[in-house]
C-alpha cells in the first residue's frame, strides 16, 4: 500500500462541508468518487480537518492509502479531470505509511475575510462577510493579541463541541487591510469547532465599541460560551494552510 498525500481547494459556497455527511454534498464525497472512477478503488480519505458548510479552503489537507501504480505527481492532473469545478487539487505526493493528515499537522492557519465597503462587492460577496459599518481595526487588533498563547478557548467555541478540552495554542494572529477589504489571519496548532468564527464575531463587537480590547482577556478567562459575541457567517472564512513541519 502507497499512502498519498495531496493538498486541495475548494470553494465552499455549495457544499456541506468538508467531511461526508449523511445529507448534503460535501468535498470528501466528490474526491472520493473522483479517485474510484480513477482507480477503481472505494477509498476513504483523512481529512487534516473539517471545515463547515459554506466554508472554503486554499490549502486542505488529506491522505489515504491505495494499491494503485498511478505515480504520486500524476494524482493532481488525473483527479482534476475527475471533479467538479469547485475543488481544485493543487499537488500530490508520496509520504510514510504511518503519515496522518490531521494528527500529523503541527500548524494550521485560516483567514476572515470581512468587507466594509458601503456596497458589496459582487465578485467577493461569497468569500467575504459584508460589513458596511465601520470598524476601529486598531482596536480589534489589541483585542486579538489577548487571545496569543495556550489558553483553555472554551468561550471561543460552540456549545456543540464534541473535544475533551478546549486547550489550544495561537501563534500568530493579526489583521490586514486591503482597501475596504480587512482580512483577519490566525495560525494555531488546531481549532475547535466554530472557534475562528466566534472570535471574529466577538471582534466586531470590539470594532463597533461594543466591547472594549480588554473585554476579550475577560471572555477569555471567563470559559463560557455566552459571553463570547455571535458566531460569524461562514463564507467570510477561509483555510490557508496546513503546515507539517516544527516551524515557527
Not at 27 to 53: H, N, P, Y
Not at 90 to 105: M, N, Q
Not at 225 to 237: C, D, I
Request: glycine share 8%; aromatic share 10%; with cysteine.
Amino acid at each position: 500500500m502507497r499512502n498519498i498525500c495531496a493538498t486541495v481547494s475548494y470553494d465552499g459556497t455549495h457544499f456541506n462541508g468538508f467531511q461526508s455527511q449523511p445529507y448534503g454534498r460535501t468535498v470528501q464525497q466528490e474526491i472520493e468518487k473522483a479517485i474510484q472512477m480513477l482507480a477503481g478503488e472505494e477509498i476513504i480519505i483523512l481529512g487534516s480537518g473539517r471545515t463547515d458548510a459554506g466554508v472554503h479552503a486554499r490549502g486542505q489537507v488529506f491522505n489515504f492509502l491505495t494499491e494503485s501504480t498511478i505515480p504520486a505527481e500524476r494524482w493532481a492532473i488525473a483527479l482534476n479531470t475527475r471533479l467538479p469545478k469547485d475543488i481544485v487539487i493543487l499537488e500530490a505526493h508520496e509520504v510514510p505509511e504511518d503519515f496522518h493528515s490531521r494528527r500529523s499537522a503541527k500548524r494550521k492557519t485560516y483567514r476572515y475575510s470581512i468587507d466594509t465597503g458601503k456596497f458589496p462587492n459582487v465578485f467577493e460577496r461569497a468569500y467575504a462577510f459584508h460589513h458596511p459599518m465601520p470598524l476601529d481595526d486598531t482596536a480589534m487588533q489589541e483585542g486579538l493579541n489577548h487571545l496569543l498563547g495556550e489558553h483553555d478557548f472554551t468561550s471561543f467555541t460552540s456549545i456543540h463541541s464534541t473535544k475533551p478540552h478546549h486547550v489550544r495554542t495561537v501563534y500568530e494572529a493579526y489583521f490586514e487591510r486591503q482597501g475596504p477589504m480587512l482580512h483577519m489571519y490566525i495560525t494555531g496548532n488546531g481549532f475547535l469547532y466554530n472557534m475562528v468564527r466566534v472570535i471574529v464575531g466577538t471582534l466586531i463587537h470590539v470594532g463597533q465599541g461594543k466591547l472594549k480590547p480588554a473585554d476579550m482577556k475577560r471572555i477569555l478567562e471567563g470559559r463560557k460560551r455566552a459571553l463570547a459575541g455571535p458566531t460569524a457567517m461562514a463564507h467570510g472564512l477561509m483555510l490557508m494552510q496546513v503546515n507539517y513541519l516544527d516551524e515557527k
